[in-house]
């Protein structure tokens, strides 16, 4: 690697495992690399730690360890150099992270270049959506992905609250266990953000949040909505898409 011009690699689907993972890192901050795809390698906390020490000392702006098995004691590693690093683009999903990792990231979010981050497919839960929360207006993001995280109503509040104050354009949070209650909160903010894109596909939410937010979107600048495989009743859904579809003929709308 050293010895090439290469800006990017994607080894993913192999099994570089730990060992394959600090031989890479070892020689990172000798490369041109940019952008890094280490993707379903089955990388732990020993390979993670490996990558973390060195990625302050490399050019790379784009990572990806999606569906590998890094956990907390990784991602910790991985947060602690965050801020010395020239990342923007940060793909954690898939690793078992729980909301001691989410915390963990959140504190060291606003002294990062981050402006993309995803963490679907963790467990973070209300706790770590929170801690997410509390820091995304004094960070760079404006992607974030927290969905198949088991977040349930107090973990959308959280969100909702501190919407208005990010750079955020999209937002996903597919498959959590966002209700009603979550829905509403959301509604009410949106308005107030700069959100283009919101997924909230296969969650709890049922005629009454459905209804919130088809109240809101008059006021917003969102231009795709997804709230497809929820519990909103085939009427409601039919009048609410009729009702989107006439007033907003550029809205993306899925139910």
């Known amino acids: 690697l050293p010895n090439t011009k290469l800006t990017s690699l994607n080894l993913s689907g192999n099994n570089i495992g730990d060992e394959g993972a600090k031989a890479i890192a070892r020689e990172l901050p000798n490369t041109k690399l940019t952008s890094l ?17 060195k990625l302050p000392n490399t050019r790379l702006t784009s990572l990806n360890l999606y569906y590998n098995n890094i ?55 209300d706790e770590g959506a929170k801690a997410i929360a509390r820091e995304l207006p004094n960070t760079k993001l404006t992607s974030l992905d ?20 990010t750079k955020l354009i999209s937002l ?26 919101l997924n909230l596909y296969d969650n709890n939410i049922g005629d009454e949040g459905a209804k919130a ?27 609410i898409a009729k009702a989107i579809a006439k007033e907003f003929p550029n809205v993306r709308l899925i139910i």
Do not use: F, M, Q
């Not at 795809?37 to 020490?53: F, M, P, S």
């Not at 979010?109 to 995803?118: E, I, K, V, Y």
């Not at 996903?172 to 308005?191: H, S, T, V």
């Not at 006021?219 to 409601?236: A, Q, V």
């Open 37 to 53: 795809n280490l993707c379903n390698n089955g990388i732990g906390v020993e390979g993670a730690k490996a990558i973390a020490r």
């Open 71 to 125: 956990g907390d004691e990784g991602i910790k590693a991985i947060a602690r150099e965050l801020p010395n690093t020239i990342l923007t683009s940060l793909d954690l999903s898939w690793n078992g992270i729980r909301d001691e990792g989410a915390k963990a990231i959140a504190r060291e979010l606003l002294n990062t270049r981050l402006t993309s981050l995803d963490l679907h497919g963790n467990r973070i839960g």
């Open 146 to 165: 927290l969905s198949w995280n088991n977040i349930k109503d107090e973990g959308a509040k959280a969100i909702a609250r501190e919407l208005p104050n």
């Open 172 to 197: 996903d949070l597919y498959g959590n266990n966002i209700g009603d209650e979550g829905a509403k909160a959301i509604a009410r903010e949106l308005p107030n953000t700069k959100l283009t894109s």
């Open 213 to 239: 937010i088809a109240r809101e979107l008059p006021n917003t600048k969102l231009t795709s909505l997804d709230l497809s495989y929820n519990k909103i009743g085939d009427e409601n859904a039919k009048a």
